[in-house]
């Protein structure tokens, strides 16, 4: 294969300088190299696993309720993360005696984040715009990130609780997460199903049965 | 007819710029790339508009695979000798230096501690298969038998700077998540991040 072609060969003239044609095939040189870059095109990950940053309330038992923030109803948004993909949400305080306070949405453009949008547009107003600047590079870096946490925790910015059902994938809590990273919503926490809460999906799901039954208490 | 003598082709490409490139794409992967981490499970990641980059070094991974098995990763070689050390001395396992050399080849921690012995005795394919059946046993509450609660807090007494990181398939059921999460939580540890995978932010945010 390789070969270090030595010109004319045969009968020389004497005296004359032996004319040496040196070319040397590159083939099998590019064969292994194609191999190499097609193993480490399979074995290798490019980039590294994005990651998403939670922290959750600790579980002390000594707080009494006072402690614990108090929202204001109107502010408060509550998502339950319910079976085969579906969100139930229903504003400020629950209803129980209203099954229609309950709503149903989809995950996604169209559904949740349409609503959450539509009660967070201030701070999505003023996350774009910053976005802008930072952009057209008339912000830092760090004053980029200082102000978008600002705009997040503003003190009467609209709070979210999710409280994924049993039957919620962790897909499901994901999705939800991300639509408070696209909405910029800075308060959210994740909280466990209440009887309460089942009780209103279970009403929502008969059509106000469990309601009507009861006398709407 | 006169006969024609076909001339002769030359038939020799020159490779040398071929290979050029070649060498130059294969010095590329090789200086950005990562290995792939071997995981006793598949795991599809659910993807999230998020960019934060997982920490490089003292990171703890905790996999929960569509089942429920939950196993663990440290990625400090010397972090796991201790930690197997320290866990063995709590449940009074006592385990021999080719048994730890075996723990820490083993990419992942996912055996009950009294199957341990036996386990790291075997050599490490049929480790694989066999860890694929098992996993860390795990209960919602901090009992003798929580033993990821177990390695969890070990680990961080070995190493207080480690990270966790969860990394569970996107159809794991959330009750399984929330077991793992709530072991964390009575160990007080409130802070972690869920592995995704990068997806777009949508137009317009």
Known sequence: MAEVNTGGGGEQKKGQPQKLNLRVDFTPMVDMNMLLITFFMFCTTLSKPQTMDIVMPTKDTDLTEEDKNQVKASKAITLILGEDDKIYYYMGEPNYSDYTSLKETTYGAGGLRDILLERNRDAVA??????????????????????????RNKKDGQVVVIKPTNSASYKNLVDALDEMQICSIGKYAIVEMADGDNYLVQNYQSKGALSAETGGR | MSKVKPKKQETFIDMTAMSDV??????????????????????????????????????????????????????????????????????????TPKQITSFINQTHIGMPIGRMQAFLDLPLDEQDAL????????DTIISANNQLAVWVRTAKEVNENLSIAIKADQSTPYTLVKNVMSTLQDLKENRYSLITTLKAMPEGF
Do not use: C, H
Not at chain 1, 129 to 145: G, M, N, P, V
Not at chain 2, 34 to 42: A, D, L, M
Not at chain 2, 131 to 138: A, E, H, L, N
């Open chain 1, 126 to 151: 003023e996350m774009r715009t910053l976005k802008i600047d930072r952009a057209k590079k008339k912000i830092t870096e760090e004053q980029f990130k200082e102000k978008s946490s600002e705009i």
């Open chain 2, 22 to 95: 070649t060498v130059l794409l294969l010095t590329f992967f090789m200086l950005t790339a990562n290995f792939v981490p071997k995981e006793p499970v598949q795991v599809m990641t659910p993807a999230s508009v998020s960019e934060v980059k997982i920490p490089e070094y003292d990171v703890m991974t905790i996999l929960i695979d569509p089942k429920g098995q939950v196993y663990m990763n440290l990625d400090r070689p010397e972090d796991k000798r201790k930690v197997l050390e320290s866990v063995g001395e709590q449940y009074g396992v006592k385990f």
């Open chain 2, 131 to 138: 860890m694929k059946q098992f996993g860390i046993p795990t």
